[in-house]
């Protein structure tokens, strides 16, 4: 049993959704471990990590939905604090969570055919993101 | 330290929970392991992993909170990309994400007396779902 | 590589979030390990582990924006179940979800500059609430 820690970077945009799954993919592959977890965390309060079918409708959906429960255009109370505008992004953060854990056998990810690990950014700019792969296995 | 590898099959329902806590206690207890973690995850993206107390009352309390956010019956961009009717499903299911860890001591997972691990199908169709449980521990 | 298991107690108030990154980064040091995870987990229905950036403007956002999912003083099933009045409270904490998985490095956590680990409280009355934290590494 061993620990195998990597990190990638990745440029994203507001709202968008990025399809990570090669770069977990790749850090599996790496570690040459046979059987484990791979966990993926985004180090940072407006960013997440969640799983879906990687097509441009849903790309447009989820944020969607998602501005049903944090709204742009709506006050919020940190904005009081630092006087910036992307209280909103940390509500979604927090929402989805920051932290996915998936596992693989014979160094294969256990994913679905239609389903992909995804970043999803809800800062208000772009950002050049930094994500964690730590792996456990045998 | 080892890892435990092992799936099973449950039948579902649209917008059903289903308590799948006997089936992941007991990959725990085949795997001879002490103490770790279970992580069970669904590959694929309509359906969702989490826990909630398992009373009818709340079988129809989450979906109804779930169809504010994502409701049957409106427009969704994935219907234009695959013509199906299903993108209610997937918007849901990137909101609860597809895995959950659980803590195990002495062989025992550490859920509250009425906390049950529950698979959430959000698909518009009945399905027979596989869902993979992954023990590692002492 | 080993487990090490540890818990610790917190007061929570109703829709209230809990800073608990120094009991969880205290108990990754006291397990000497140097790389692996920390997993985080709420044994019970009406709570959720998550991250936030911890400053007053966002106590007040993240609650708000999950009452509009699950307002108070509407019916839920629930509530003919047991007749008790936290429905709202079960619905959040399925939602967020009881488990939280953190990498560390180092004996280092990797989170965000502005990233906190908290415990929500969903539940309608005060409690005390035990929190499992589960350290695999090296």
Redesign the interface.
Known sequence: ???F?RDFRIKTETDGMFDITEYVADIVSESKLK???A?V?????TGAI????F????????PR??E???PAGVD???????HDDN?RS??K???????????F?SKKL???T??QI?FMEFDTSQRERNV?V?V???
């Open positions: 049993m061993a620990v820690s059987d484990g977890i966990v965390f985004c180090p940072g309060s969640s799983t879906v079918e097509e441009p409708g849903l790309l447009k959906d989820v939905a998602l049903k429960i944090a919020y109370e940190h904005h009081k604090t630092w209280g940390h509500v953060s927090t929402l989805i969570g920051p932290s996915l854990t998936v596992p056998r256990v994913l679905g239609w389903q995804v964690v730590q456990l296995g045998d």
